[in-house]
Antibody, heavy 119, light 109 residues
Framework: QVQLVQSGSELKKPGASVKVSCKAS????????VTWVRQAPGQGLEWMGW????????TYAQGFTGRFVFSLDTSVSTAYLQINSLKAEDTAVYYC????????????WGQGTMVTVSS | SSELTQDPAVSVALGQTVSITCQGD??????ASWYQQKPGQAPVLVIY???NRPSGIPDRFSGSTSGNTASLTITGAQAEDEADYYC????????????FGGGTKLTVL
């Protein structure tokens, strides 16, 4: 079936980096963009940006430039989110989602990856 | 970027009808999509476009738009509908689905 499966929880120290993966299956990976969404503890959903899975071109939302990097490995149908120079305020659940442009919506979501930044 | 405003909390008696609203200027030009999120789970798309439900979403969920306000209506709310609901739409440029509402916590009494 169509699904996005993300990598497991991470515990990192401030200043470190983390790379979250999002593996697609059940559909042609390059036919849909991938969006990343952050949800801090007890907070709402925050759009981080998206990556064009055909060109690899990323677009970052305000507040997610500089330390955040979206990338792809189309050979394994996987999108990645890397966060550098981690801060305590990066502690959150990170979701990837399929951008169904025919619906103007995010129709398939990964299960989420909890990233905890603590010394 | 534009903003989408939702009431933080709404309650409904079991079996009754409830509407959750989402206000924003971008909704005059673009449809909202709606997501249900239960504790500890990923969001699930429940409504998109003018009023479309993905496969598997019960027909008690419906959507509508009037002016700058989009509404998600649950007709005959069930206990399992208790969740957080988020609207989403394009930003003011229209280029990206870059805006989420703050979310509404629905309690089914």
């Amino acid at each position: 079936q169509v699904q996005l499966v993300q990598s497991g929880s991470e515990l990192k120290k401030p200043g470190a980096s983390v790379k979250v993966s999002c593996k697609a299956s059940g559909y042609t990976f390059t036919s849909y963009a991938v969006t990343w969404v952050r949800q801090a503890p007890g907070q709402g959903l925050e759009w981080m940006g998206w990556i064009n899975t055909n060109t690899g071109n990323p677009t970052y939302a305000q507040g997610f430039t500089g330390r955040f990097v979206f990338s792809l490995d189309t050979s394994v149908s996987t999108a990645y989110l890397q966060i550098n120079s981690l801060k305590a305020e990066d502690t959150a659940v990170y979701y990837c989602a399929r951008d169904a442009n025919w619906a103007d919506a995010f129709d398939i979501w990964g299960q989420g990856t909890m990233v905890t930044v603590s010394s | 970027s534009s903003e989408l405003t939702q009431d933080p909390a709404v309650s409904v008696a079991l079996g009754q009808t409830v509407s959750i609203t989402c206000q924003g200027d971008s909704l005059r030009s673009f449809y909202a999509s709606w997501y249900q999120q239960k504790p500890g789970q990923a969001p699930v798309l429940v409504i998109y476009g003018k009023n479309n439900r993905p496969s598997g979403i019960p027909d008690r969920f419906s959507g509508s738009t009037s002016g700058n306000t989009a509404s998600l209506t649950i007709t005959g709310a069930q206990a399992e509908d208790e969740a957080d609901y988020y609207c989403n739409s394009r930003d003011s440029s229209g280029n990206h689905l870059g805006v989420f509402g703050g979310g509404t916590k629905l309690t089914v009494l």
